[in-house]
């Protein structure tokens, strides 16, 4: 994913044939090299891409920070130069409407993604949620189908 000053994050693993590979990480990358890399362990970034411009990353509007909803379900905000953690909080996904269509139920959880909306606001979305937190993780405010 690329950042509006240029810097691009990306995830990456550990390929282990005839298994699923471990060791994960974010990197982030700057000028043409890397600048930084952020080890998850065995953890994964949610990728989800129901919802337009929405992934499980995204750059702040800045491009000073990077916001990654891994599972959990939690969100890591790290500097967006150095890589560094800036905050972590949890930011649990709304459970499925009981109403909602049998393909949407059928195909699983819907985990949603993150993106960020302003400077200090990152929001949680999927198509039966949306969930609001500041920056530092607070949560801000949201709204589930009924």
Do not use: C, K, N
């Amino acid at each position: 994913m690329w950042s509006v000053g240029g810097a691009l994050a990306v995830t990456s693993y550990e390929h282990v044939i005839g298994g699923d590979g471990r060791a994960r990480w974010i990197e982030g990358f700057r000028d043409g090299a890397r600048a930084w890399a952020r080890p998850l362990g065995d953890r994964r970034v949610t990728r989800s891409h129901e919802v337009a411009d929405a992934s499980g990353l995204a750059w702040s509007p800045s491009g000073d920070a990077l916001a990654a909803l891994l599972d959990g379900p939690e969100v890591w905000v790290v500097d967006g130069r150095s890589g560094e953690t800036v905050t972590r909080f949890v930011a649990p996904a709304a459970p499925q409407p009981v109403g909602a269509p049998e393909w949407y139920r059928r195909d699983g959880p819907r985990d949603g993604a993150i993106l960020w909306a302003g400077s200090e606001h990152i929001v949680r979305i999927a198509p039966h949620f949306v969930t609001a937190y500041t920056r530092r993780g607070a949560r801000v405010g949201g709204v589930v189908a009924p």
